[in-house]
């Protein structure tokens, strides 16, 4: 089974078409209405390029969000497992018929179980394969869990104790991160509203009231302000998005 990486993201033909109509209408839509020039409105379309990386970034952490919460739910059933009598290596093959139910056969975290099962048939070290598992995902909280279970596998401790106390104790992080989701997801929602303000009261006076913004498309000093006003919306977006943006 070939190993998946996430840190980089590839998107499919369908993505990449649909991002790139989405971002064609943005450009040419904020481009109008901003400049009312048809040659600005073309040359604007050079940002697509730029919509598309920025898309993949979110497209990124989008994957690596749900991944961190199906490794929780893996965890935890392997914690159940784990209490219950089973060893890591045999807790294995449960976790994946628990992750099916969960998530499906496509999960990602369901295909690194699956890929965890076919190697320990071949005598690989599970911790090894923990290690591996954490440089390609590159979340914090799988690589702290797959140091804690090397440790444990090599010091050859009580391997159902331990490791059922750090999954605890990452279960109390996940709980927390969902905590502050939660109470942020009201503010989420009310940035994405008043990142179309500024549009919708431009577009709207380009409708009611042409004549009284017509300066601003027509003469020097009124392209001026109105890309200062660009730029001043973009840098709000950017900021906004940032300040929500909180990690645990």
Known sequence: ??????QTYVMNPFQRLRYSIQGAVLSIGISWIFYKSITICILSLVFV??????????????????LRMQFKDGILVMASLLSAGYSPENAVGKIITELEMLWGKDADMVLEFKKMNNE???????????????ERSGLEEVENFAEVFSVVKRSGGN????IQWAVQRLNQRFQVEEQIQ???ASRKYEQKIMNFIPIFILFY???SSA???SAMYTTISGRIVMTICLVIYIFA??????IIEIEV
């Open 1 to 6: 089974m070939q190993d998946i990486s996430y």
């Open 49 to 66: 390029v730029f919509y598309l990386k920025y898309k993949k970034i979110e497209l990124k952490k989008k994957r690596l969000d749900m």
């Open 120 to 134: 320990l048939s071949l005598n690989r070290p599970i911790e090894q394969m923990w290690h591996d598992f954490a």
């Open 159 to 162: 391997v159902s104790i331990i």
């Open 182 to 184: 939660t109470m942020l």
């Open 205 to 207: 006076i380009n409708i």
């Open 211 to 213: 004549e009284m913004i």
């Open 237 to 242: 977006y950017i900021l906004a998005k940032k």
